[in-house]
């Protein structure tokens, strides 16, 4: 009960001079300034009333008045929200008390070097305010040091604080803005830490989303600072396929239960794809496209392609029919020279163009349903571990008459 207590407190603290269009930082500032000014005024309330009590009531109303002015500064904010208005009167005031209340005890050995506390100044301006414009405070306080100095024998010698009171004074000065300094610190480094680390939780989600769009290789160029990605490989493999009826079956099932069935399909599709090593290209509506031997090339892109196209047939054949008809596809593979790159600014993609990309969806399309259909150079590059079967010359649109195989299995 008692830290829930605490926290609505703080919480409250934190809503103090709150606007909705501040950024995390200017949050974080506001907050620690509200946090800061009521410890600053207990103290001052604290001193002010020891002061009177042990007989120097002038010395004792300076810290008061700084309480009350301060307090009031603090309401003020909550109503107003003028940050500039109450981050520079709060400086003042811890910047001016301080050496105001030394003179009327007596100079710095018998104040206690309350004057510490104005030191708070510019260390709260390095916090608070720009920082260019902390060097001002700091030198505002280092002349009024300098002027408490130069007034120092024209200030009275003794005062009706004894010599252990003046001791304890000393300890409690000193202790009392260490430890608000080292709160501070404290609190604006676990903030700022805070902050830092929700922030590294949204690269690392942006990182995630943006190696879910593209290669890994090609996301660190464009973090990298290239402006234009595109590369020639010499000899790359391209796999389409596609899912034979999707028109007809779109028509028979419900929207959900369509997107929910090629989301089944496709996320397995994609954990073959992982699997394998091989890059996704894209999807559209029942079309999938595969590439292996890019971004990072590699000798046996066809043959990997060609696993891969075999183990989708297997899994394809395992899957319930669907109205009694079972769900096939047709799978195209071709292998040569292709260029890859990323277009775009914004739903940028990596993509692949060339006549080998057409080649294979020309090899999907004019397929047989439930059979992988490949060009003569990708049989060239798989023929001594895969079995193939000739399916002759075959009129490919754009291309004219060209031989072609249909990929039965790996050899034993």
Do not use: M, W
């Given at each position: 009960m008692l830290s829930l207590d605490f926290q609505s407190v703080t919480d409250l603290l934190a809503r103090i001079g709150a606007d909705p269009g501040d950024d995390a930082d200017t949050r974080l500032q506001k907050a620690l300034l509200v946090r800061g000014s009521l410890m600053f005024i207990l103290a001052g309330a604290l001193w002010g009333l020891a002061y009177i009590a042990l007989g120097e009531p002038l010395a004792g109303y300076i810290p008061l008045s700084y309480a009350l002015v301060s307090l009031l500064s603090v309401s003020l904010f909550a109503f107003t929200?003028?940050?500039?208005?109450?981050?520079t009167s709060q400086l003042i005031l811890i910047l001016l008390l301080p050496g105001i209340l030394m003179i009327a005890l007596g100079g710095f050995i018998n104040s206690s070097a309350v004057i510490m506390w104005s030191l708070i100044s510019p260390f709260g301006a390095l916090l608070f305010d720009v920082p260019r414009r902390a060097p001002l405070w700091l030198g505002a306080y280092l002349a009024m040091l300098a002027t408490s100095g130069f007034l120092q024998p024209h200030v009275r010698l003794v005062n009706n604080l004894n010599l252990g009171t003046i001791t304890v004074?000393?300890?409690?000065?000193?202790?009392?803005?260490?430890?608000i300094a080292f709160i501070l610190v404290s609190y604006f480094i676990g903030q700022k830490n805070q902050i830092l680390g929700l922030l590294h939780l949204e690269q690392v989600k942006s990182e995630s989303l943006l190696?879910?769009?593209?290669?890994?290789?090609?996301?660190?160029?464009?973090?990298?600072g290239e402006r234009i990605i595109a590369d020639?490989?010499?000899?790359?493999?391209?796999?389409?396929?596609?899912l034979v009826g999707f028109t007809p079956l779109s028509a028979r099932l419900p929207p959900v239960k369509m997107v929910e069935l090629l989301n089944e399909i496709y996320s397995h599709f994609d954990s073959l794809v992982d699997k394998y090593g091989v890059e996704k290209i894209r999807t559209i509506g029942d079309n999938y496209m595969v590439a292996a031997g890019l971004p990072k090339r590699r000798p046996d892109h066809a043959r990997v392609l060609a696993r891969l196209a075999l183990e989708m047939n297997v899994y394809l054949a395992r899957l319930v029919p669907i109205h009694g008809e079972r769900l096939s596809f047709r799978i195209g593979i071709n292998s040569g020279p292709v260029i890859a790159g990323v277009i775009g600014h914004k739903k940028f993609s990596y993509d692949v163009w060339g006549d080998t990309v057409n080649t294979a969806s020309r090899m999907e399309s004019q397929g047989e349903p439930g059979k992988i259909q490949i060009t003569?150079?990708?049989?060239?590059?798989?023929?001594?571990?895969?079995?193939?079967?000739?399916?002759g010359k075959l009129a490919i649109k754009g291309k004219g008459s060209m031989e072609t195989w249909f990929l039965i299995g790996q050899k034993a």
């Open positions: 929200r003028r940050y500039l208005f109450f981050r004074f000393f300890v409690l000065n000193i202790g009392a803005v260490s430890t190696l879910n769009v593209l290669p890994g290789q090609v996301a660190a160029r464009l973090k990298g020639h490989f010499s000899s790359a493999s391209i796999l389409f396929a596609d003569h150079a990708t049989y060239e590059l798989i023929k001594d571990e895969f079995v193939c079967k000739p399916r």
